[in-house]
């Protein structure tokens, strides 16, 4: 079974972008911070000993995506082609997936994640990366919560500003997904981010953080090239 049907089956897309979660125009960088996250939640680490088959899979599979869309003539071809060179030396050789992850990302202190939510939170990266994102995701709070980087549930409210403040300004259009979110759709978010704090709690307990219950998303999403 090739790639992209491994990719169908498995993660239920044979959209190598959508696989990573990043958008098809995305930077080297950003394709590789999306496999950084993605990865990190199906390492076979952070899983019980029933699940650790099926999340060694999944682990593989996603280091072959990465390896595609990071190498430059590969990417090219999936992105005119919609194929990937099954017989090319990215996919073909054997390789440690595990040994290719540790060379890829360094193990990251709390102390890097607070150095670089200080510089990038309120900055013209972030301000721009929270517009691209209701571009991409057309104004889906949902989308746009779990994609910028580093941004808790709390800070909705500054994120809504920002966008609305782009909307007045005409610097983006006005989507309907975002001017005329139901409350039903608000309230389901405000659920769902308790119930990933409490899970980042007891992940965060497991790990032996001793930061707030927010570090293990913070980690997962902030990733490499901080």
């Not at 202190?109 to 939510?117: G, K, M, P, V």
Request: charged content about 35%.
């Amino acid at each position: 079974m090739g790639l992209l049907e491994l990719c169908e089956e498995v993660f239920g897309t044979a959209d190598l972008y959508r696989v990573l979660g990043v958008r098809r125009e995305a930077s080297d960088g950003e394709v590789r911070r999306g496999y950084h996250k993605v990865s990190l939640q199906v390492h076979p680490d952070r899983v019980g000993e029933g699940d650790k088959e099926d999340a060694t899979r999944r682990f593989q599979i996603l280091g072959k995506v990465y390896s595609v869309l990071s190498d430059k003539e590969q990417r090219a071809m999936y992105d005119e082609q919609g194929t990937v060179d099954e017989d090319s030396v990215v996919l073909s050789q054997d390789r440690d997936w595990e040994t290719y992850w540790r060379l890829l990302f360094k193990k990251i202190s709390l102390e890097d994640i607070q150095a670089f939510e200080k510089t990038y939170k309120g900055s013209e990266e972030e301000l721009a990366d929270i517009k691209q994102a209701y571009l991409d995701f057309k104004g889906d709070m949902d989308q746009i919560m779990e994609s910028v980087l580093c941004v808790q549930y709390a800070e909705e409210p500054r994120i809504r500003n920002i966008i609305q403040q782009a909307i007045d300004a005409r610097e983006v259009p006005s989507y309907n997904a975002f001017v005329k979110e139901s409350k039903q759709k608000m309230s389901a978010r405000k659920r769902r981010a308790q119930e990933e704090a409490k899970e980042a709690e007891m992940s965060r307990k497991e790990l032996g953080l001793d930061g707030g219950v927010d570090d293990l998303k913070a980690v997962i999403q902030c990733g490499q090239d901080l």
